[in-house]
């Protein structure tokens, strides 16, 4: 069930034209919780209101873009990646996902609260940034050799794990919640002493998907081994990414947690991430964040 949203003033970014966007896009989100909730024909009215959504959206993006340039806006670069980053990657994406699952409720609710999260942390983080109610988060925008060399390393490691071809949804997830998951932190030291986190989220079908097949018997209720499986399959991620990255050698790891939806939330709120992906397998979405730590 997706979360009922409502506008108040914490929203409020002080440009008018930026604000009656915002409560635009957030009065469509109502409207679409509603008709995907009427079981007969919510989800041929929800067709038509998601493609609204988007337009919308994407128009939106041009505007504040405009806005943005127009003041001198020193974040103007990074924030707009961030806009192309929805408008050709999680955007499209979803999409596929809806049209694959015929519009089904599951799909639309998925849409709307990825769509729902991503409004939310960019309105009050990034959007905010632009009249220096706080600093921009991104202080680096990852682009070329490096994020590429990443996005081939993971993608790799999720076919050898999960036998799945994924797409890149997002280069800059913002802690979205994209349904049921299992969230580890690894906690690394590298030998000079800094220290590096990196967060590995699986949806739950993902996870099922890497372990069902491995035995004779449905392991959906045994939570407690699909979530110790789900630890130990992030540390093989995060060895076999580092050896693609020639890192492997540099940092040893200290520990390994599960964390819940909240606790990795907030973790976007207390401080700026290095790399912070999101894929889609076809079959469950798969975060891969790195922060690092003085």
């Known amino acids: 069930m997706v979360k009922e949203t409502e506008w108040n003033k914490q929203f409020r970014i ?3 034209s930026i604000d009656n966007a915002h409560k635009k896009l957030f009065s469509i989100v109502r409207k679409l919780i509603h008709l995907s909730q009427d079981e007969n024909n919510g989800q041929w ?3 038509e209101g998601i493609k609204y959504f988007k337009n919308y959206a994407v128009k939106h993006f041009a505007d504040e873009e405009a806005y943005m340039q127009s003041i001198g ?4 670069e990074i924030h707009k990646h961030l806009h192309d980053d929805m408008r050709y990657k999680t955007l499209p ?4 996902d809806l049209l694959e699952s015929n519009y089904s409720q599951e799909s639309i609710h998925h849409f709307l609260g990825i769509c729902l999260g991503w409004l939310t942390a960019h309105i009050m983080i990034e959007d905010r940034a632009i009249t220096g109610n706080i600093p921009n988060r991104w202080t680096k925008d990852h682009t070329g050799a490096d994020i590429k060399a990443l996005e081939d390393g993971l993608s790799d490691t999720l076919q050898n794990i999960f036998k799945l071809k994924s797409t890149v949804v997002s280069e800059h997830y913002n802690g979205e919640n994209f349904g049921n998951s299992i969230i580890a932190r690894l906690s690394y030291r590298q030998k000079e002493g800094r220290h590096v986190q990196i967060f590995l989220a699986f949806e739950e079908t993902l996870a099922w998907q890497a372990v069902d097949p491995m035995l004779d018997i449905q392991l959906k209720k045994l939570d407690k081994i699909i979530k ?3 630890k130990e399959i992030s540390q093989q ?3 076999q990414v580092g050896v693609y990255l020639h890192l492997h050698s540099q940092y040893q790891l200290e ?3 599960l964390m819940t939806i909240e606790q990795f939330q907030k973790e976007f709120d207390t401080g ?5 992906l999101l894929f889609n397998t076809g079959t469950g979405y798969f975060a891969f964040c790195i922060k690092l730590l003085q």
């Open 14 to 16: 002080g440009v008018d």
């Open 45 to 47: 009215a929800c067709a």
């Open 73 to 76: 806006y020193k974040g103007y």
């Open 93 to 96: 994406a979803l999409e596929n």
């Open 228 to 230: 110790n499986a789900t």
């Open 237 to 239: 991620i995060a060895n």
């Open 255 to 257: 520990s390994s947690h």
């Open 272 to 276: 700026c991430f290095e790399y912070s």
